[in-house]
């Protein structure tokens, strides 16, 4: 099948949505990735090393526009010494309408890893990024090309 340039996804039609379902339009950017931690396992007979998953790490970011500062209060709480790090899960679905569907995935036990407590730059307008680790993930609605 030839690649039809109109099915491929446009990062413009990507949302983010908190755990409340509130969609996060300051949002300009998300990454989600799972790093696949392994162990070299030695084979008799050969050469070749084999490979076992040991582990499964979950961390991305999120980049915006700071239009409040309700996430990064709520990441605070962790810095009182009594309370416990802000968890959240998130859903974040890219819906190109030319595209063969909706792709849509929940992020589960999402903590984040740093407070970005206040940064800017006299002319320039303030963008924010927070980093996250998560362990678990769901795709909710998946892509598949049709005919």
Same mark, same amino acid.
């Given at each position: 099948m030839t690649l039809d340039a109109k099915r491929v996804i446009n990062g413009n039609?990507?949302?983010?949505?908190? *755990?409340?379902?509130?969609? $996060?339009?300051?949002?300009? %950017?998300v990454e989600a990735n799972i790093e696949i931690g392994m162990e070299e396992i030695k084979l008799a007979g050969t050469r070749w090393l084999g490979?076992?998953?040991t582990t499964l790490k979950g961390s991305g970011s999120i980049n915006g526009y700071l239009v409040t500062s309700e996430w990064i209060e709520k990441m605070a709480q962790v810095t009182d010494d009594v309370s416990s790090p802000y968890?959240? *899960?998130l859903v974040v679905? $890219?819906?190109?309408?030319? %595209?063969?569907?909706a792709y849509r995935v929940r992020l589960k036990n999402v903590?984040?890893?740093?407070?970005?407590?206040?940064?800017?730059?006299?002319g320039s307008i303030v963008e924010?990024?927070?980093t996250f680790v998560f362990?678990?993930?769901e795709i909710l609605e998946s892509i598949r090309a049709t005919a």
């Open positions: 039609y990507g949302q983010l949505f908190d *755990e409340d379902g509130n969609w $996060l339009s300051n949002v300009t %950017s490979n076992k998953t968890v959240t *899960e679905k $890219l819906d190109d309408p030319e %595209s063969f569907g903590t984040f890893d740093r407070i970005p407590v206040i940064n800017f730059e006299v924010q990024e927070y362990s678990g993930y």
